[in-house]
């Protein structure tokens, strides 16, 4: 039982680049969510998916695309990268008893 | 909107001492979920406790344990017989099981704890 995993661990692009970060988990969770965290701010949700075809927007979604189209999987797509994307960004899905867990994380630096 | 606080950037503590970090909300809802997350250097966020607001009594899990006072909204975390592995940063967080199904987890931004040998 792997929990969740996230790749990769660390990215570096260009402005304008595009890229996938990739979440999954083999915990069976229907809910799964994309955080970013940065320097004095805690934790802000992007977006988040209650199950396999549905997804919805959090606090911080512009930039960002998701599509939640397995269980298992919730990709983070950034579509045209900007340096106030540079962050870390965590993949998290929830049990039944309404507690999150969380990937390892992904730092991105965007130059 | 619901917020939630941290009103302690920073605190330090000798080891196997007892310290107390102070975490607020708000929110206008009854039922809701309260968390401390750990998150050590490595990044990894760990879960510490949670608290189920319609629970009276508090929360423990070996050395840690919560002050839940729901009419002050105040959810502290209480540490006893400090560690150094204990050091991190701490996030204090709520979440509402909202129409549909979904859930937000809202965090505060962060106690960073120290612990001196």
């Known amino acids: 039982n792997a929990g969740v995993t996230q790749t990769p661990k660390f990215q570096v692009l260009k402005t304008g680049q595009s890229m996938t970060l990739q979440c999954a988990q083999d915990?069976?969770?229907?809910?799964m969510s994309w955080y970013r965290q940065d320097p004095g701010m805690g934790l802000r949700l992007i977006h988040y998916?209650?199950?396999?075809?549905?997804?919805d927007q959090g606090e911080v979604p512009n930039g960002y695309n998701v599509s939640r189209s397995t269980t298992e999987d919730f990709p983070l797509r950034l579509l045209s990268a900007a340096p106030s994307q540079t962050s870390v960004y965590f993949c998290?899905?929830?049990?039944?008893?309404?507690?999150?867990?969380f990937g390892p994380g992904t730092r991105l630096l965007v130059l | 909107a619901q917020t939630v606080t941290q009103s302690q950037p920073e605190m330090s503590v000798q080891e196997a001492e007892t310290v107390t970090l102070s975490c607020t909300y708000d929110?206008?809802?009854?039922?809701?979920?309260l968390f401390w997350y750990k998150q050590p250097p490595s990044r990894q966020m760990i879960l510490v406790i949670r608290?189920?607001?319609?629970?009276?009594q508090n929360a423990t899990e070996n050395r840690f344990s919560v002050n839940f006072q729901k009419a002050a909204k105040s959810f502290s975390l209480k540490i006893s017989d400090s560690q150094l592995g204990d050091a991190a940063m701490y996030f204090c967080?709520?979440?509402?099981?909202?129409?549909?199904?979904?859930?937000?987890?809202?965090f505060g931004k962060g106690t960073k704890l120290t612990v001196n040998p």
């Open positions: 998290a899905s929830k049990d039944t008893w309404e507690t999150q867990y």
């Open positions: 915990m069976n969770h229907e809910y």
């Open positions: 998916s209650v199950g396999a075809g549905i997804t």
């Open positions: 929110t206008s809802e009854s039922d809701y979920y």
């Open positions: 608290q189920e607001a319609y629970k009276q």
């Open positions: 967080a709520y979440s509402l099981l909202s129409q549909g199904g979904s859930e937000k987890l809202v």
